[in-house]
Structures are given as structure tokens and as C-alpha cells.
């Protein structure tokens, strides 16, 4: 029985003023008429059915993502607290083995941004082959089109089965050149993509992650919320897969963005002859490579290039498209009348 892992959580910063702690970033349309939550259920179609699809979030999202995705309540997970991705695929994972001891589960993400929804599939469906017929925790590494110094990456070691290999080695957010070296060594993005048997992926935790593994007995018993009191939070990455001899990877051939700033809707929108991408009442006027966004106002822009101009929620934000990934740093030197907008 397939079952995923969707994880929804989120503090609203990426794509701030739009994005909100109430309404963060996967919540929003940024690559289309839906949000990328509902792009993600959606592209579950065929492979998962929606009763074996869990989302992981937190209190404040809960009842909004119910809602949007159209999903039951039992298959909705609060987290007590947020602790990072392991303890919530834990969770998640144990929530599907408690509903079905054979459940294989598929982790992903509720803010990508993937073009081919079919070759998703895919992959997707490749990895819980892997997972199950292996017996490993299994990663779908993204064939790089870029020299991408904001991901992480995969080593493939040796061959499995089919083009599945073991995983060599994962290096973390690498300098230009050693992503341009890696790359042509045959490294893969390292995408957040995974699958794995669920009652594996407990064995592994218990053996490997300390910082959960104590935990454990609590959530076998249902006491969820002493669980998370009691684990350390950290990466189902860091904790998990950089630990384990039992991991693998398989290709997948298929355009995913994390969309993680406002400059990334350059790659995932369709843009106007000059470059621009716009949402919303833009008027333009000798304007070339601009992100320009309105969700209320008319914006005039004239005679600029290479900026980033969003107006939401009454709050303006102009900066170059360069320093949009810093972001986050800017919103924390901001009065906290002036950080948090009231929709």
C-alpha cells in the first residue's frame, strides 16, 4: 500500500509581503492558477489516491489546508511544534504503518514547482519500486540543468538495479565550480523527494538518529505530543539519510524548482518579450527582466530593470533581483508592526 508524506509547514518569509505566517508560501498561486499545495495532491493523481495522502503542518495552517486540498481530517497531522523535517516524516511514516504495517510512503514537499507532471510520476513510482524490492531508503536525485549553488547534491555509487544506484556521498550547497565539477562526475540534485518502507525507515531512525530514537516508544503509543517534547529537532537528511548504509537513488527527469525566492518565478512563470513576469494590475513601460506583483493596487513601472516590486497586503517591496535570497535577513532587521502584515 503507497501512502505520502506531504510537508506543509512554513513561516512566510520567502515571499514576503505576499506570503504571511497565516498564508505562507505554499498556499499561494506563484506558479499558476493554484497553489503549489494543490499542485502537489494534484500530481499525486493515478499514483496515490487521496485517502493515503497525510500532510504535515502546523496548528495555524491546518484548517485552511483541509479545505484547499479537500482532504479528510484524520489525514491532516499537527504538529505540537515545528522540529524540522525527520521528526514530521517519522511521524507520518508511523501514522501509515499504524494504518497499514506494509506501507511504502512518499515524501515530498508542498512548494515545488514541477513542469512534467507524468515523468514525476515516474520517478516517483521507480522509487517505491526501489524501496521495497531493496529495502532502502530511497532519494530522487534531479538531473542537473544548472550549476545550482542553492541545493544540495548526490554522488550515485554503485549500481542496483535498473538506474538505481547507492548513494556515494551527499555534499551540501557546494561553491560554483565544485557544483560545475560534481556535475559532470554525474551528481544529481538532491531533490527532498524520498520513499521508503515506513517500518524501514523506524529501524533506520532507531539505529541512527539519537536524536529521535529515544522518542520512539512514545509515538508507537500514540503520545504524540511527548514525542516531539522529547526529540531534538533535525533534518530527515542530516539525521537519517547522511547516517545510513541502506540509501539509494534513482534519476529523475523532470524540471522541479523549490521556487525559493521571488527571482526563482523568473524560471517557473511565463515571461513578456522584455523578460518581465507579472502578476496582478502591472502597467509597464520600458521595463526589462522585472518580477512585479500586485495583489490589490495598480503598479507603473518605467524605465528600470532587474527589479523585484511586489505590493501586498499594504506593504511595498522593491529590491534587486540579485538580493532577493536575502530576504529572510531583511525581514528580520524590520519593526515587527512593519514584518507582519494584516491581510
Avoid at 499525486?44 to 486540498?69: C, D, H, N
Avoid at 540543468?145 to 538505481?164: D, F, H, M, N, S
Wanted: glycine fraction near 6%.
Amino acid at each position: 500500500m503507497r501512502w505520502a508524506a506531504i510537508l506543509a509547514g512554513g513561516s512566510g518569509t520567502r515571499f514576503w509581503p505576499l506570503s504571511t505566517s497565516a498564508r505562507p508560501k505554499h498556499l499561494l498561486p506563484l506558479a499558476g492558477p493554484r497553489s503549489t499545495a494543490e499542485e502537489a495532491v494534484a500530481r499525486l493523481e493515478g499514483l496515490i489516491p487521496k485517502e493515503r495522502i497525510l500532510v504535515v503542518t502546523g496548528a495555524a495552517l491546518a484548517p485552511m489546508l483541509q479545505r484547499q486540498l479537500g482532504l479528510s481530517a484524520e489525514n491532516v497531522l499537527v504538529e505540537p511544534r515545528a522540529a524540522s523535517t525527520a521528526p514530521a516524516l517519522v511521524w507520518a511514516s508511523a501514522e501509515a504503518a499504524r494504518r497499514d504495517p506494509e506501507a511504502d510512503v512518499l515524501s515530498l514537499h508542498a512548494d515545488w514547482c514541477v513542469v512534467e507532471p507524468d515523468a514525476f510520476r515516474h520517478a516517483a513510482d521507480a522509487a517505491l519500486s526501489v524501496g521495497r524490492t531493496s529495502r532502502r531508503l530511497v532519494t530522487v536525485g534531479i538531473v542537473p540543468t544548472r550549476p545550482e549553488t542553492g541545493y544540495g547534491y548526490v554522488v550515485p555509487g554503485e549500481v542496483l538495479q535498473g538506474e538505481a544506484r547507492t548513494v556515494g556521498r551527499f555534499v551540501e550547497k557546494p561553491d560554483a565550480s565544485t557544483a560545475r565539477d560534481l556535475i559532470a562526475k554525474g551528481a544529481l540534485w538532491n531533490s527532498g523527494l524520498f520513499a521508503w518502507p515506513a517500518d524501514l525507515l523506524l529501524q533506520e531512525v532507531s539505529e541512527k538518529t539519537p536524536e529521535l530514537a529515544p522518542a520512539l516508544p512514545a509515538l508507537r503509543a500514540g503520545r504524540v505530543d511527548e514525542f516531539f517534547r522529547r526529540v531534538t529537532p533535525i533534518s530527515i537528511d542530516v539525521g537519517v539519510l547522511e547516517r545510513s548504509a541502506r540509501v539509494a537513488v534513482v534519476p529523475g527527469r523532470f524540471s522541479w524548482d523549490d521556487v525559493g525566492t521571488w527571482d526563482a518565478l523568473m524560471r517557473v512563470r511565463q515571461r513578456d518579450p522584455q523578460g518581465n513576469v507579472t502578476s496582478g494590475p502591472v502597467h509597464l513601460e520600458d521595463t526589462r527582466n522585472c518580477v512585479v506583483w500586485s495583489d490589490q493596487d495598480p503598479i507603473v513601472v518605467s524605465g528600470v530593470q532587474d527589479l523585484v516590486i511586489v505590493h501586498a497586503n499594504h506593504r511595498v517591496l522593491v529590491m534587486t533581483r540579485d538580493r532577493a535570497a536575502d530576504l529572510k535577513t531583511v525581514l528580520e532587521k524590520l519593526p515587527p508592526d512593519v514584518r507582519e502584515p494584516k491581510p
